[in-house]
């Protein structure tokens, strides 16, 4: 876990700004002023945290220094991370899996999302969990989907229904659903096309998969995850938004976290939608992909910040 956090820590600072790169504007200066403040206000924005959120701080952080205009920078850091702690209350619920036989998972998402390789990172997560574990390759509108999930099959050791490029998603996702109760499965994860949440008629191939599986069991699926590129910033609250209203999501995956990523995209989309953040994936391994912690991502944020606190 050092590592991953090491990873997650190194990956909130790279490139863009985070709430890590607002805090180094305050804790260059030698004392808080009304400019720190508005820098720090800035910075938050750049950092896709969204407007309520970075007002809460601002506002609570403007108060602190009416109060006393000597207040000191770690208190700001601690005005902050109550602000946060408040507004990613519930965020990292955890997920129980196997309550159900077979337990079946869908992953949706637009293209580039990661949702094909956090696919098999979840079949090696719950492989190693001993769970039997069951994918099916329901991109069937992507060429190279297929391949890189039976790529993924081979190296992990982990069964895949899948067929042909062009194929109808919804029938190999009824395969899967049917071979998963066969072979006594304990999960099935479908790795579903990439489409824009902007077209309709690709979201509705998308209900239809839903449609599918629940002419097999009325119960499934028992997981809709939403998959998003932690690096799209604000525009991703509105994919979670249209995706929740057609498919009905149950939770979210935060990807890349480990380049370019604002980091602050999972703030917004769960203030507006109360979706759990189940995993956050930080690169290509297996292993990079972990159940979302608030109290990780708050100290891979604050860490080096409270270091600088004298």
């Not at 007002?55 to 602190?64: F, G, H, P, R, S």
């Not at 239809?208 to 069991?217: A, N, P, S, Y």
């Not at 994936?281 to 159940?291: A, M």
């Amino acid at each position: 876990m050092a590592g991953f956090f090491k990873k997650l820590k190194e990956g909130l600072i790279r490139e863009t700004p985070t709430f890590q790169k607002a805090y180094k504007v305050i804790f260059k200066r030698k004392k808080i002023d009304v400019s720190s403040i508005e820098a720090l206000e800035e910075s938050l924005y750049e950092a896709d945290f969204g407007v309520e959120t970075t007002e809460e701080i601002v506002n609570k952080v403007q108060k602190a220094y009416k109060k006393d205009k000597n207040i000191r920078k770690n208190e700001i850091s601690d005005i902050a991370i109550d602000v946060m702690k408040g507004v990613l209350e519930g965020a990292d619920q955890k997920i129980e899996i196997g309550t159900n036989k077979p337990e079946v998972i869908c992953l949706i998402g637009v293209n580039g999302s990661g949702k094909t390789t956090t696919c098999a990172k979840l079949a090696q997560m719950f492989k190693s969990q001993g769970l039997d574990v069951l994918m099916g390759a329901c991109d069937t509108f992507r060429a190279a989907a297929n391949e890189q999930l039976k790529s993924w099959s081979d190296r992990l050791d982990i069964d895949l229904i899948a067929s042909s490029h062009g194929s109808d998603a919804a029938a190999v996702a009824f395969d899967s659903m049917v071979a998963a109760q066969k072979r006594n499965k304990d999960v099935l994860l479908l790795d579903t096309a990439g489409r824009l949440h902007t077209k309709s008629n690709l979201m509705d191939e998308l209900t239809k998969i839903k449609r599918v599986l629940k002419k097999i069991d009325d119960t499934t699926p028992h997981h809709s995850w939403l998959v998003i590129d932690g690096s799209l910033g604000t525009n991703s609250i509105e994919q979670a938004r249209v995706f929740h209203e057609k498919f009905g999501l149950t939770g979210l995956i935060i990807t890349k976290l480990d380049g370019t990523s604002r980091g602050g995209a999972l703030v917004g989309i769960y203030r507006e939608l109360k979706l759990p953040i189940y995993f956050i994936g930080l690169g290509e391994e297996p292993d990079d992909l972990k159940p979302f912690s608030l109290d990780l991502y708050l100290n891979a944020v604050f860490e080096e910040t409270e270091k600088e606190t004298v």
